[in-house]
């Protein structure tokens, strides 16, 4: 349905960006050529009056995506994500965009507990009261098990707010298309496959399932990490539109205050929240991916609480060990290393002079390591090397970005609870316990071990498959005879070395 009916919402955006001063400084974030400045100005400027005031007190572009509603504001904050896309400058204001939205009824959200649980809300519920947060996506509200007494929080979807965004991810899709016909040069930016980005994290977040999913993985995960808890999920009060979790008590990260006044060690906190940051990144390469201050509490035994698992990253294993080496690597100040860990990872091409490569990445890291133990900052790190690998022919990879943001944020809170804390310092025996355990002879002999055991399981198919080959190569009318039996003695030596491993595969399992 991506077609001329959505002009008007375009209009009504075009519009908004108009009347909140917002169209400048998108189009310049979006370093948008000239015939696509021209028709922007022509959607939005004679139709200003139509566009949504918003709060005169916010930012231009936080004030018009707050005005625009749910699926804008979604949208903001993962674009701020993506400064690959909309630049450091606009992803920082967009960071900080809020999502505190009006609430709907509390009638509205007990019907439609009762509509996803089948269950009355009284007879699950001894208490159960108004909101006490609102978000673009859904609200919350405090409870208490009628079996048990226990204090719950219940996470509760916005009424119709998938037919909402749909609609408006609809128009998002064609407005993308629009521009990608207007100026092919803005397709270096892939307007589309940023949409269909925000359209997984979306979707995804309006299945309350997969957001109780998350938290539990990461629950499981972070099990043993001392000073950290995640909330438990009552998997018997959730469903696709309803979430259950124990009720986290405790003071929000932002409370400075109030942290001191219980007498908690801020020092320690800053460090801890940091350290445990990177821990999940590269011990369980699965990390919480909007980890700012207002999804952190601080518990009164000084444990630091998670909230809201609607974001997270994933870092496969080898990503893992790629971006550790790269951390180790300028911790010792060897940026041959950090450059060859690029090449090998095939993240710069193979063409590019890596002597040249390491010594802009020098250029990146003696500065920083210059700098006094309150300035200096790895997200500020992570931000020059992406730009230096972008000058040598690095593709923008999503997964890094994410982390790298989400490095940004984590910074900040640690240093809102302590200002005066080294980054390096908390990160680096994190990152020598990674390379010890999972680079070296230890870590070579575990990948060895689990390749046997996936060639033992594949071991009873090989006689199959190597009677498959064969015969396909023996049916095959073959010109030339001689080279038919060299072949034939290439798939039998294959099959030899086939047999080998599965031998030297079953022997190590």
């Known amino acids: 349905m991506r077609g001329p009916h959505n002009i ?5 955006t075009g519009a908004t960006l108009e009347r909140t001063g917002a169209m400048g400084a998108v189009l310049e974030a979006f370093r948008a050529p000239a015939n696509l400045r021209v028709a922007a100005r022509l959607l939005g400027w004679p139709f200003a009056w139509l566009g949504l005031k918003g709060d005169p007190n916010l930012p231009p572009v936080t004030r018009a995506l707050t005005a625009l509603g749910p699926a804008y504001i979604k949208f903001g904050q993962i674009l701020s994500t993506r400064p690959d896309v909309v630049g450091d400058e606009l992803a920082m204001q967009l960071k900080v965009l809020q999502d505190k939205l009006p609430p709907f009824p509390r009638s509205v959200a ?22 006490v947060a609102a978000a673009s996506i859904a609200q919350v509200h405090r409870a208490r098990l009628a079996e048990t007494d226990q204090e719950v929080a219940v996470k509760v979807l916005r009424p119709k707010i998938e037919r909402d965004f749909r609609r408006d991810i609809d128009a998002f899709y064609f407005a993308a298309s629009v521009i990608e016909l207007l100026s092919p040069a803005s397709r270096r930016l892939r307007p589309t496959d940023v949409i269909t980005h925000f359209e997984g994290v979306v979707l995804g977040e309006l299945d309350l399932r997969l957001e109780s999913s998350a938290a539990a993985e990461f629950a499981a995960n972070t099990a043993k990490d001392a000073g950290f808890q995640v909330p438990k999920i009552q998997w018997f ?21 109030g942290i001191d006044a219980a007498g908690h060690d801020r020092h320690d906190l800053g460090e801890r929240v940091l350290r445990l940051f990177l821990q999940h990144a590269l011990r369980d390469g699965y990390f919480h991916a909007d980890m700012h201050q207002g999804n952190l509490k601080i518990a009164p035994n000084g444990d630091i609480i998670a909230l809201d698992f609607g974001i997270m990253g994933r870092l496969d294993e080898y990503t893992r060990r790629v971006y550790a080496e790269i951390l ?5 100040k060897d940026y041959r290393r950090v450059a060859e860990v690029h090449f090998e990872a095939g993240y710069v091409p193979a063409g590019q002079d890596i002597d040249e490569f390491a010594r802009a990445l020098r250029s990146v890291g003696e500065p920083i390591f210059g700098m006094d133990a309150s300035r200096i900052s790895m997200a500020r790190l992570l931000t020059y090397l992406f730009e230096v690998t972008e000058r040598f022919g690095m593709e923008t990879r999503t997964e890094l970005i994410l982390l790298q943001r989400t490095m940004v944020v984590v910074e900040g809170v640690a240093r809102s609870l302590n200002p005066n804390i080294n980054i390096w310092e908390v990160a680096q025996p994190v990152v020598e316990e990674y390379i010890k355990e999972n680079i070296g002879p230890k870590a070579l002999w575990r990948d060895l071990t689990r390749t046997a055991r996936v060639l033992a399981r594949f071991g009873p198919q090989f006689p199959q498959l190597a009677e498959d080959l064969l015969i396909r190569q023996t049916s095959r009318p073959l010109p030339q005879p001689e080279p038919t039996g060299r072949r034939a003695v290439g798939w039998f030596t294959l099959g030899a070395v086939a047999a080998a491993a599965l031998i030297w595969a079953l022997g190590a399992v």
Do not use: Y
């Open 8 to 12: 008007w919402r375009l209009i009504r």
């Open 110 to 131: 007990m019907r439609m507990i009762k509509d996803e649980l089948d269950v009355p809300v009284e007879s699950l519920f001894s208490e159960f009261s108004e909101p």
């Open 237 to 257: 009060l959730s469903g696709r539109q309803v979430m259950t979790l124990d009720w986290a008590k405790g003071l929000s990260a932002n409370d400075i205050a």
């Open 328 to 332: 180790f690597g300028f911790i010792r």
